[in-house]
Nanobody, 124 residues
Framework: QVQLVESGGGLVQAGGSLRLSCAAS????????MGWFRQAPGKEREFVAA????????YYADSVKGRFTISRDNAKNTVYLQMNSLKPEDTAVYYC?????????????????WGQGTQVTVSS
């Protein structure tokens, strides 16, 4: 079993930055890819970014490419999401998840373990 705890959310003005963190329990953190997803009010949860176990490859949704950066520190069992040039449409609850299953990095079905989420609100 893996437990994930997100932090770093908050209220920021458009154009600002935030860095989200996701701390994971468990000794096998470094063996698995990690992903960030978000869910805006009234919308379905969507893929934001993912990173392979080693951190050697990253994947992004088109809507955040060039503005967000995912990274990880396996020594600290933590994955990060640096969010720059934030827009009001980035407002959502952001979740991190562990990719345990084979499949697309953007598919929620391959992430069986999720954190509780952290709220990000971007004001215009």
């Amino acid at each position: 079993q893996v437990q994930l705890v997100e932090s770093g959310g908050g209220l920021v003005q458009a154009g600002g930055s935030l860095r989200l963190s996701c701390a994971a329990s468990g000794r096998t953190f470094s063996s698995y890819a990690m992903g960030w997803f978000r869910q805006a009010p009234g919308k379905e949860r969507e893929f934001v970014a993912a990173i392979t176990a080693s951190g050697g490859s990253t994947y992004y949704a088109d809507s955040v490419k060039g503005r967000f950066t995912i990274s990880r520190d396996n020594a600290k069992n933590t994955v990060y999401l640096q969010m720059n040039s934030l827009k009001p449409e980035d407002t959502a609850v952001y979740y991190c998840a562990v990719k345990y299953l084979i499949g697309s990095y953007s598919s929620q079905s391959v992430y069986p373990y999720w954190g509780q989420g952290t709220q990000v609100t971007v004001s215009s």
